[in-house]
């Protein structure tokens, strides 16, 4: 099977080209001939939820992992408030799809070189010595992204489909400093782990593959050209009808900008976790 996780080509290859703006910087990358190679096992292989109708979801457990450099805010070492707020935004945006989140354990880790920067072995290696659960568990590893290709990163996440391959890397790696309260201002509401818990249950970006390429495997989310920035009401940047999805959490807008996911987007979003995380509806 082969990995789509982001990392080795999304960091590697993808980001470098943005990173000296102060713009949304996502790590989760795929192309488009990966995704169609993914869309087809997920094809032959879907299982939908059961409910015609939207049910609630079993919640879904997360672990928080507070990397941090030492023990100051500047070093990541961040309150509980940060993470109590951050599990709210994320079952207040997840809520419209019948998810919720129940935040299970939050561990502190010192380790300067993690928060620093992630060689691809580092990465590995900090997910598999503190990764709990099994493929329903959300691991929410907390860094500095201060240094190397990944400076300027807000968070980059592994897919549903991933995980059979790679059980151990799977999960989200995300700015300390995006989290509600946090200084990365205008990413500073905790929409940066909506977005990437949107990856992590098998959403891609709004705008893959621009006007003309697979795009985003949903129906209901009008084709964009490239990422949206700041809050561009009325952009449309491609032919197709129906202006380009700047409020969807899938964008790269600013966080006050973003508020929602479309219907399909939840439908695709509901039958990936049952197909890759054995997520059901609850009883
Ligand atoms: C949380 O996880 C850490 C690391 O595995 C563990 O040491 C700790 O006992 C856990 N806390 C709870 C309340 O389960
Ligand atoms: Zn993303």
Not at 14 to 20: E, H, N, P, R
Not at 197 to 207: A, E, I, N, Q, V
Not at 233 to 248: F, K, L
Request: proline share 6%; net charge negative.
């Amino acid at each position: 099977m082969i990995s789509f996780t982001s990392f080795g080509l999304g960091l590697l290859y993808g980001v470098t080209a943005v990173l000296s703006a102060q713009q949304r910087t996502c790590g989760t990358t795929i192309s488009d001939l990966q995704i169609l190679e993914s869309q087809k096992h997920f094809s032959q292989h879907r299982r939908p939820q059961a409910a015609a109708v939207l049910r609630k979801v079993e919640p879904i457990d997360v672990y928080f992992h507070v990397i941090h450099r030492d023990r100051t805010l500047d070093g990541g070492f961040i309150p509980d408030a940060y993470i109590n707020d951050q599990v709210r935004v994320l079952n207040e945006d997840y809520a419209p799809a019948g998810l919720s989140f129940n935040l299970k354990n939050v561990s502190r880790i010192e380790n300067p070189t993690w928060f620093g920067w992630l060689g691809p072995y580092m990465e590995t290696e900090m997910k598999r010595v503190n990764r709990q659960g099994g493929a329903a568990a959300l691991n929410v590893y907390t860094v500095g992204f201060r240094s190397g290709s990944a400076a300027a990163l807000l968070g980059y996440a592994t897919f549903p489909y991933d995980y059979a391959a790679n059980p151990l890397t799977d999960g989200i790696v995300m700015l300390y400093s995006s989290m509600p309260g946090g200084v990365t201002w205008p990413y500073n509401l905790g929409k940066t782990l909506t977005h990437e818990t949107g990856h992590w249950l098998g959403l891609y970006h709004t705008f893959q593959g621009g006007c003309y390429g697979v795009g985003d495997q949903v129906d209901d989310t009008p084709a964009e050209a490239s990422p949206a920035y700041g809050c561009p009401t009325g952009r449309d940047s491609c032919d197709e009808p129906g202006v380009d999805p700047i409020h969807n959490f899938m964008d790269y807008s600013d966080d006050s900008c973003l508020t929602e996911f479309t219907p399909g987007q939840i439908t695709r979003l509901r039958d990936q976790i049952a197909t890759y995380r054995k997520i059901v509806d609850a009883e």
